[in-house]
């Protein structure tokens, strides 16, 4: 095999009260790229379409990441890239993480997979730092394992997989102004309070237990973020007006996904899922923001190959 097609998904990170540890996986929407085994020593990006992205491979995120992993093989042949961008930078929803893992992703197939899955996310952070300025998985390891994933450590990197229960549906809404994860950051504190901390770890693992025990109920109480959120919602026009009518519509609970300005739902059935759906695009429908609204199942099987 010489060449391959594959799906790499969108992804929700941080959930609410994850902050930088816990991602989960779309089914609805993704990037779509095609890797090809080439005499040509090296990376080559040969083919962009959906978004202006550079075409040198040390400036662009999947390259970065496939320069990673190229350094650690010893091959006499190069790799081509195409990337067909359906998720847009800086939307909030891992546009440079499905270009990271999609590379990488590819490039493993077409060489009968020497790497394991945490293996690939190692050399998939080197090019998400290029857009975040940091080293970090949240949004990379859901798109590689699929499902709902905890970054247990970067150093060594340690992922765990954590169960979904079943008819659990995501709304996602995503305004068409961008966030640059980089000032995203910038304006979180540096220091945070006792309460808070005992509060949202508290939220964490009361989270992860109602997705092990699928108990909506716990769920529902557990996405509260009072660390993260109160800065970057002010970066996100209508936060409070989406979440109030996403949980007025049924919503578990509502949330920045990432670094924003998408803003996240979970909801118990897909009719629930499309019921928040209507609530949110009616806030936006009111002001001269475009926006895109995606229902999506969890992806429980994550980046796929397409043919």
Not at 99 to 107: K, R, W
Not at 180 to 207: C, H, M, Y
């Amino acid at each position: 095999m010489n060449e391959i097609k594959i799906f790499s998904p969108a992804t929700v990170a941080n959930v609410a009260c994850g902050f930088d540890v816990m991602g989960f996986c779309l089914d609805s929407v993704g990037d779509e790229m095609v890797i090809r085994k080439v005499e040509k020593k090296g990376i080559h990006i040969t083919h962009i379409e959906g978004f202006d992205l550079p075409y040198q491979a040390d400036e662009n995120v999947a390259g970065v990441s496939a320069l990673a992993m190229y350094n650690a093989l010893d091959v006499d042949f190069g790799f081509e890239i195409e990337i067909y961008k359906n998720i847009k930078p800086g939307s909030g929803i891992g546009s440079s993480a499905a270009s990271a893992v999609g590379s990488v992703f590819g490039i493993n197939e077409l060489l009968g997979r020497p790497f394991n899955k945490t293996q690939l996310t190692e050399f998939a952070i080197k090019g998400e730092a290029l857009a975040s300025k940091c080293e970090h998985a949240d949004n990379l390891a859901p798109a590689m394992f699929g499902g709902f994933t905890l970054v247990k450590s970067l150093d060594p990197l340690e992922i765990l997989e954590i169960p979904c229960p079943e008819n659990l549906y995501a709304t996602i809404i995503h305004p068409q102004i961008e966030i640059k994860t980089s000032e995203a950051r910038a304006i979180l504190p540096k220091d945070v309070a006792l309460n808070n901390a005992i509060t949202q770890w508290a939220n964490f693992g009361s989270l992860i237990h109602g997705l092990h025990t699928s108990n909506f109920g716990l769920i529902q109480r557990s996405l509260n973020d009072v660390i993260v959120e109160p800065y970057r919602s002010q970066l996100i026009p209508y936060y409070d007006e989406v979440k109030k009518a996403a949980l007025h519509a049924g919503a578990l609970g509502a949330g920045i996904s990432g670094s924003g300005p998408s803003v996240f739902t979970l909801n118990e059935g897909l009719e629930t899922a499309n019921n928040v759906a209507e609530s949110i695009k009616a806030i936006y429908a009111k002001t001269d923001i475009d926006f895109d609204v995606h229902v999506s199942p969890i992806n429980t099987y994550g980046i796929k190959i397409l043919n």
